[in-house]
């Protein structure tokens, strides 16, 4: 019983780490516009995502542009499209594939490959959870050499992005919920032994003997001699 909801709780985990990865995928806060130096007070801000560019300005527009050019792009973002893309698969497959293994589910109960289908599920969250943290902790990475680059000029340089924070939340969740689900699939279920109730055997009575009639003592009653064809008549 406490296999089963760990075992649920990781398909939870897993599935908010993949509802979070999807928003880290679509949503363009990756980069953001760094404001230090001459940009402390601008009027216009900048943000750069995996699809598209948007810019945000200080009257309350918001522009968006997707990237137009897939070639054109730089190759650590073609990168990070394909690994995020990849994520998002991982995990719907990993979904599907833990509801069939779960032990609180009627698919395939009874049956020895359950325990091995859930595994295969734990081992997909995990792995949809690890390429999402690859391009997100990538992307991170070169956001902050840039910063601290003091050879670029301010208004290149940009900070950590929104969306980078919910991958390496949605990421970790991911593998966590994989990590427990694997975990709970390898665990030998404990069937507990049947109750068999001890047969009580009746107590024997000790019988008591009837005492022998001594025949020489039997006085013939008035109905058993009636019964024998004597009659009172004829002994007067």
């Given at each position: 019983m406490a296999s089963m909801a760990l075992q649920l709780l990781g398909f939870s985990v897993a599935l908010i780490g993949f509802i979070g990865t999807v928003v880290a995928t679509v949503l363009p806060h990756w980069w953001r516009t760094a404001h230090v130096g001459t940009n402390i007070i601008t009027a216009v801000a900048y943000m750069k995502g995996l699809w598209m560019e948007c810019v945000w300005h200080s009257t309350g527009i918001y522009q968006c542009q997707v990237h137009q050019s897939q070639l054109a792009l730089p190759r650590d973002l073609q990168v990070a499209?394909?690994?995020?893309?990849?994520?998002?698969?991982?995990?719907?497959?990993?979904?599907?594939?833990?509801?069939?293994?779960m032990k609180c589910t009627q698919c395939a109960k009874g049956s020895s490959s359950k325990r091995v289908i859930a595994a295969f599920g734990g081992v997909f969250s995990a792995l949809a959870g690890l390429?999402?943290?690859?391009?997100?902790?990538?992307?991170?990475?070169?956001?902050?050499?840039?910063?601290?680059?003091?050879?670029?000029?301010?208004?290149?340089?940009?900070?950590?992005?929104?969306?980078?924070?919910?991958?390496?939340?949605?990421?970790?969740?991911?593998?966590?919920?994989?990590?427990?689900?694997?975990?709970?699939?390898?665990?030998?279920d404990s069937t507990p032994l049947p109750y068999t109730p001890q047969r009580r055997y009746p107590r024997k009575t000790p019988t008591s003997r009837s005492q022998p009639v001594n025949k020489s003592n039997h006085v013939p009653s008035w109905s058993s001699a009636s019964h024998h064809g004597y009659h009172l008549n004829d002994f007067v």
């Open positions: 499209r394909a690994m995020m893309v990849a994520s998002c698969v991982l995990s719907v497959l990993a979904s599907v594939v833990s509801v069939f293994g390429m999402c943290l690859i391009p997100v902790a990538w992307s991170t990475n070169d956001v902050v050499q840039d910063f601290y680059n003091p050879g670029l000029p301010y208004g290149m340089k940009y900070e950590i992005g929104q969306a980078l924070y919910i991958g390496f939340i949605s990421g970790g969740l991911s593998v966590i919920g994989g990590i427990m689900i694997l975990s709970t699939s390898c665990q030998k």
